[in-house]
Nanobody, 122 residues
Framework: VQLQASGGGLVQPGGSLRLSCTAS????????IGWFRQAPGKEREGVSC????????YYADSVKGRFTISRDNAKNTVYLQMNSLKPEDTAVYYC????????????????WGKGTQVTVSS
């Protein structure tokens, strides 16, 4: 069972990136998938979540209107489209999974992927 986050990189302010969270060993559509991030010197925080079953979505206030979470069950992948990026979005981004869940509380997530670095800088 493995989660892999990818798609990070260096982007200028105002730019876009799309992160991918791909699972191996299990089927993502039975899981709530959350994106979390941790900036240097700060605690990890929840960014977005997509629930299992009905794919309800949640966004932190800091990213509402700029980030979009979606899932492609055929590819067993969840995406985080990040637009209008700001320097304060710079962080290591992690995806995590919790089975048959509607929410993505950090301490309840069952599986975690290794992070992908997002750097927003001119």
């Amino acid at each position: 069972v493995q989660l892999q986050a990818s798609g990070g990189g260096l982007v200028q302010p105002g730019g876009s990136l799309r992160l991918s969270c791909t699972a191996s060993g299990f089927t993502l559509d039975y899981y709530a998938i959350g994106w979390f991030r941790q900036a240097p010197g700060k605690e990890r925080e929840g960014v977005s979540c997509i629930s299992s079953r009905y794919s309800s979505t949640y966004y932190a206030d800091s990213v509402k209107g700029r980030f979009t979470i979606s899932r492609d069950n055929a590819k067993n992948t969840v995406y985080l489209q990040m637009n209008s990026l700001k320097p304060e979005d710079t962080a290591v981004y992690y995806c995590a999974a919790r089975s048959l869940a509607t929410m993505c509380a950090e301490y309840e997530m069952e599986y975690w992927g290794k992070g992908t670095q997002v750097t927003v800088s001119s």
